[in-house]
């Protein structure tokens, strides 16, 4: 978004009474100004416009969220450590860096929604409770699709181990049945509690048969009748086939064992084996894969991607990454009623089981409130080598575009525009342009700020922007008359016409005061002083006064004599140089050679030729200083010449 410096738009909107109302727009760099002005129609008292409030839209309001910048600054590490893995390197190698990275993404998540669950409980503040659960509601649904995609597509888990993975996925994100279970075996009497059977079934439908077994003892040592009934049930329960990836066993070894197993539960139910217990009868039917009695229980499973995994573990486990999106479509028909159109969360797992990386993408973009979640995981998918054919028609690709709209919106915080700086390093087509434009736009605060900056500009070699920002500081330093600061920014720009007017001011402060300010920064400008003539005397100049309070006074004479015969020194600081050469004129031992005493009367003639004339706008006063120090001058230098006649032609004899 960039400002336009045009009439803002407005909309019309139809009146209320005798009043008119309109909407403008105003688009600034990271949100846009809306505000409504309200026109009394004519006729309708007083005719004009009426104040109204002016309401700001931001462009991604979770940037400025205090409870997530641990996400923002967590995750930025994580970004960076992906993009240094060697690209040399077949990507099927470096698959498991990949899962890796992704459950790191993951884990950053769920930490930040355990911090915002902690700040929900302890605030009192409604608002804020609200605002807290709609964020946890949304992490959770972005750890959901994440993990999903982490399974599907990144993983890529062949068959068998695909469903161990989906089981685990629901498992997850399904975990309110542990504490139900809590809840149910430490009460007084748990096979009375009302949701023991709740409890049993929901272990079953996630494949946790373990728990689902040690739960229906409490039942089973209290009906000593139904004992073989019980037995019969732990028996099915345990010998049920889970795959093991890394076993001896093929997946054809234990499709077959499956198979078998899965004949032995339905000929219970065709023996009417648990007729006399309901709750038994039940299991037994979910364990053979009943798809009636799993949709009866549509509350214990709560969504149609639970019932497709529970509805695959018992009917179809080695089902294969190709034939997903066939149960997935399916299960979703058959869980939702007609008149239930699926949620935005739905379309996209439905998408993920389809494999349509992305619909995904586009669907998340569209739901999601922030370009956090899709930049990261498409920066991710891109490294696993799984979005090469798709291309935009701007030029862009996918990851880059949307790498470059999450880190434009970090530009618009305090803070976390340093996090977008790497972001924009890792987009090799767009990214400098980008940055370029928004490192413009961060306000300079504080020097200490100014200096960051900098230094990313200049590891960059932004040469526009390092003079730019370099330029701004000069000027607000020399507005606040700190010259020292000054002089270092617009030596920094290398701004010969700034630098100039700036050693002008130190000059000038010299004539004020009689003392130089800012000492170590001019006694060390080293080759920057060669920037500018009048920055180069400022140097020089003070190395006389150094080297005259050394004592040396035979080279602070030659550099005093050099700066005016070279004409470096500015005319105007002419009389200023000839009175500093007085106290030299003035010692015993003669300091200056005959001819470089001719050389100083040339000078001081040539400055006097000129001001001949009395100046109306100069005051009497100080025209009568100005010629006893002239009087002085030609005193002293006639002194000096005589010595020095003197002095060369004895040593000449």
Not at 333 to 345: H, I, K, T, V
Not at 485 to 490: D, G
Request: with cysteine; aromatic share 8%; charged share 25%.
């Amino acid at each position: 978004m960039e400002e336009v410096d045009v009439e803002p738009i407005t909309t019309a909107i139809p009146g209320v009474n005798s009043y008119q109302k309109h909407l403008g727009f105003e688009w600034g760099p990271g949100d846009i100004l809306v505000y409504e002005t309200i026109y009394k129609a004519s006729g309708a008292g007083n005719s004009g416009q009426e104040c109204s409030p002016i309401h700001e839209v931001m462009k991604d309001e979770d940037i400025y969220s205090p409870n997530l910048r641990k996400l923002f600054n967590e995750s930025h590490h994580i970004f960076v450590g992906l993009q240094r893995i060697n690209e040399d390197q077949p990507s099927k190698n470096k698959k498991p860096q990949f899962v890796s990275i992704s459950k790191n993404y993951r884990s950053v998540i769920r930490a930040c929604m355990e911090e915002l669950q902690q700040a929900a409980v302890c605030t009192q503040d409604a608002a804020l409770v609200l605002q807290y659960s709609n964020q946890v509601s949304i992490l959770l649904a972005i750890e959901m699709i994440w993990n999903l995609c982490e399974v599907l597509f990144i993983d890529a888990a062949p068959a068998g181990t695909l469903l161990l993975h989906l089981l685990d996925w629901v498992r997850l994100h399904k975990a309110d049945v542990d504490e139900k279970a809590m809840e149910v075996l430490q009460s007084e009497s748990p096979t009375e509690h009302p949701v023991y059977w709740d409890v049993v079934l929901s272990y079953v439908l996630q494949g946790r048969m373990d728990e689902a077994r040690q739960v229906l003892v409490k039942q089973a040592t209290l009906q000593p009748a139904a004992r073989v009934m019980f037995k019969l049930m732990d028996n099915l329960l345990t010998k049920m086939p889970i795959y093991n990836p890394g076993g001896t066993q093929t997946l054809t070894e234990f499709d077959v064992k499956w198979r078998h197993w899965h004949e032995e539960v339905d000929r219970c139910i065709q023996d009417n084996s648990f007729a006399s217990n309901p709750h038994l009868e039940v299991i037994c039917k979910i364990l053979v894969g009943d798809e009636d009695i799993l949709l009866e229980h549509k509350e214990l499973l709560s969504t149609w991607y639970h019932f497709l995994v529970s509805r695959l573990l018992f009917s179809h486990p080695t089902v294969k990454p190709t034939e997903l999106h066939y149960y997935a479509q399916s299960s979703m028909d058959m869980f939702l009623d007609m008149r239930n159109a699926p949620e935005p969360l739905d379309s996209i797992l439905l998408a993920a089981f389809e494999f349509d990386i992305h619909q995904v993408i586009k669907d998340c973009s569209i739901a999601l409130n922030n370009w956090w979640f899709v930049a990261h995981l498409t920066d991710l998918l891109d490294h696993c080598k799984l979005l090469q054919s798709h291309n935009l028609h701007f030029g862009s690709n996918l990851r880059e575009f949307l790498l470059l709209e999450y880190a434009s919106g970090l530009f618009t915080h305090h803070s976390l525009w340093q996090l977008a700086v790497d972001y924009f390093d890792h987009c090799t087509e767009f990214g400098r342009v980008y940055l370029e434009l928004q490192i413009e736009r961060v306000p300079l605060d504080t020097e200490r700020k100014a200096l960051k900056v900098l230094r990313i500009c200049e590891k960059r070699q932004m040469t526009e922007q390092v003079r730019s920002i370099c330029k701004i500081m000069a000027k607000r330093a020399l507005r606040n008359n700190r010259l020292g600061s000054a002089l270092s920014w617009s030596i920094r720009a290398k701004d010969a016409a700034f630098a100039t007017l700036i050693s002008e001011r130190f000059l000038q402060d010299y004539c004020t005061k009689g003392t130089f300010s800012d000492l170590d920064l001019i006694d060390n400008l080293g080759s920057s002083m060669l920037l500018s003539d009048r920055l180069t005397f400022l140097g020089k100049y003070r190395e006389f006064h150094r080297l005259y309070g050394e004592k040396n006074f035979s080279q602070a004479a030659k550099l005093l004599l050099s700066l005016m015969t070279a004409k470096i020194a500015p005319r105007s600081f002419w009389m200023t140089l000839l009175t500093d050469a007085l106290p030299l004129l003035e010692q015993k031992e003669v300091i200056f050679s005959a001819d470089q005493t001719h050389e100083l009367m040339f000078c001081l003639e040539e400055l006097t030729s000129g001001t001949s004339l009395p100046n109306a706008d100069r005051p009497k006063q100080d025209e009568d200083i100005e010629a006893t120090k002239i009087e002085l001058l030609r005193l002293a230098l006639a002194r000096n010449l005589a010595m020095a006649i003197v002095k060369e032609g004895t040593v000449d004899v």
